[in-house]
């Protein structure tokens, strides 16, 4: 999720602890665990910082350790731990439960995602993403938001937040039925597909559409549950190519291919130089596939230049290697 959205839930579960009879009768405990769930909420997004670095350490590694089976028991520890330092009246244990559960629930909302986290981490390196909610979900934010309305305009915080929670899970319910119909419309429209990739928007009946068969990639989109095919490209299997062995040794494209689970290459040769391109089939934007790992290398075969990322234009992506290539 979101890092707006994970803040009114860590808020949220801040009202929701006022339940807890130790944490109501103690208003010290009741401030550090108030703390405890909104700095528990962000805490394993510590690795945006990544960002500073480049791209390629950011799409390895976000998600990552951070949101890991060891993570999440380790930050509610350190945080209850600075936290009591400052609070040694509150009641260590139940500041513990609470800034546990505010750590759990933030690497369990972003399963939810397309993205996805490493939460299995270190028993599988495996991406678990249901691809069921957006990044961002304006139904979710939305009741957190007027459930601390209600909380400012004297509602009982706990027993609201109790309803916002209870909205919650039939949401979720809702969202994964929709799910399983989309999915059905897809095999429907294309009997034959062998994996299917769906990334919802924000929109709540509109989805995003990759799909695997034998010969073909489909890109598609879904609009309720009919199914619209965008682009269909021929599966061609990687060569046993020198200047793409070269290429996927570039810390970006490999970067590129640690993420993404369903893409395209291309192999341009020109007087000077190669160029090598891997697309991401997932994330089409009028007509254009953003999400892109790039790597130019000279005629004797020397990575000049290399990206990964986001771009929205042919242009853009040019002046972006020029840039990278002058630094």
Do not use: C
């Not at 808020?11 to 665990?33: E, H, K, R, S």
């Not at 350190?78 to 260590?92: G, K, P, R, W, Y």
């Amino acid at each position: 999720m979101d890092t707006g959205t994970h803040l009114v839930m860590g808020i949220g579960l801040g009202a929701l602890a006022t339940l807890d009879p130790v944490i109501g009768q103690n208003p010290v405990t009741a401030q550090a665990v108030m703390l405890g769930t909104i700095i528990g909420s962000q805490a394993p997004d510590i690795d945006t910082i990544l960002k500073l670095r480049n791209n390629a350490v950011y799409i390895r590694h976000h998600r990552g350790i951070t949101h890991s089976i060891p993570a999440v028991l380790l930050w509610p520890i350190f945080i209850t731990a600075v936290l009591f330092v400052f609070h040694q009246e509150s009641n260590i244990l139940h500041l513990w439960i609470w800034t546990f559960l505010a750590v759990f629930l933030h690497v369990f909302v972003d399963i939810f995602n397309a993205y996805g986290t490493q939460a299995l981490r270190p028993i599988s390196p495996k991406w678990v993403a249901l691809g069921v909610i957006n990044t961002f979900d304006a139904f979710i934010f939305g009741i957190h938001v007027a459930g601390l309305i209600l909380w400012g305009f004297g509602a009982p915080p706990g027993y609201t937040f109790i309803g916002v929670y209870i909205t919650m899970f039939f949401y979720y319910l809702i969202r994964f039925r929709e799910r399983r119909l989309v999915k059905d419309a897809v095999l429907r429209k294309i009997p034959d597909a062998r994996k299917i990739i769906l990334s919802p928007t924000m929109k709540f009946d509109r989805w995003r559409i990759a799909v695997t068969t034998e010969n073909f990639f489909y890109v598609a989109k879904a609009s309720g549950h009919h199914i619209t095919i965008l682009d269909k490209f021929e599966r061609v299997p990687l060569p046993d190519n020198e200047v793409l062995d070269i290429a996927k040794h570039d810390k970006n494209l490999a970067a590129f291919l640690s993420f993404s689970p369903v893409y395209r290459w291309e192999i341009a040769e020109n007087e000077n130089h190669y160029e090598v391109r891997f697309i991401d089939l997932r994330y089409r934007s009028n007509g254009f596939y953003p999400f892109v790992a790039v790597v130019q290398l000279d005629a004797n075969l020397n990575i000049t230049t290399s990206y990964t990322g986001w771009i929205f234009s042919e242009d853009k992506l040019k002046k972006k290697l020029k840039l990278i290539t002058s630094n």
